[in-house]
């Protein structure tokens, strides 16, 4: 590919997944294409149609999202780590209409066309929960797919503006700390 085109390809990309960020996937690709500042014929020579733009748009977040992820498990501190990155995923995720929708597995999203991100994200996902458990910061009980489950609730009721997100993050991260014993007075 031509260095022209690498470069109109990645504007695209950028300027898609900010705009879809903040308004949605209803967005047309002309739209798309004059922010961008390319003609749309450009959009569609890289992305035959809107899905194949938003699929490429959610690969390459959810690839991100789990290098982030596994990074984080390679340094110190992977207690800290896990749940500021939780904090980090609800917040982003809840600013980000496509990330949640694919994060929910919704919006249309080819499912087969994203397996391969997907793993990526959760492999990087699992190696962190591993390291906060290993550390006896997360309870040991919990899976990757838990967690992933778990952001999901807290991104579902961020988005119907029904519950203070900290709020909900705070309580979620309470209930995956480990559970300690209560301790009570003999008698």
């Known amino acids: 590919m031509r260095a022209d085109a690498r470069r109109n390809r990645a504007r695209v990309l950028e300027v898609a997944q900010q705009v879809f960020a903040e308004e949605g996937l209803a967005v047309p690709i002309d739209e798309i294409a004059r922010r961008a500042g390319v003609g749309v014929g450009t959009v569609y020579r890289h992305f035959p149609t809107k899905d194949a733009l938003f699929v490429a748009i959610i690969q390459e977040r959810l690839r991100s999202v789990g290098e982030v992820a596994r990074k984080l498990a390679e340094g110190p501190a992977a207690g800290r780590a896990f749940f500021g990155f939780f904090e980090r995923m609800v917040r982003d995720a809840s600013l980000n209409k496509a990330l949640f929708d694919a994060l929910a597995a919704g919006g249309g999203l080819n499912q087969e066309l994203t397996a391969e991100a997907r793993q990526v994200m959760m492999t990087g996902l699992g190696d962190l929960l591993a390291k906060a458990q290993e550390a006896g910061e ?21 988005r ?21 014993p209560v301790r009570t007075p003999e008698a």
């Not at 040991?140 to 579902?156: Q, R």
């Not at 203070?164 to 480990?178: E, F, N, S, T």
């Open 138 to 158: 997360v309870r040991p009980d919990l899976t990757a797919a838990d967690v992933k489950t778990l952001i999901v609730g807290c991104l579902s009721m961020a």
């Open 160 to 180: 119907q503006g029904t519950a203070d997100p900290g709020l909900m993050v705070g309580v979620v991260c309470a209930g995956m700390r480990p559970v300690s």
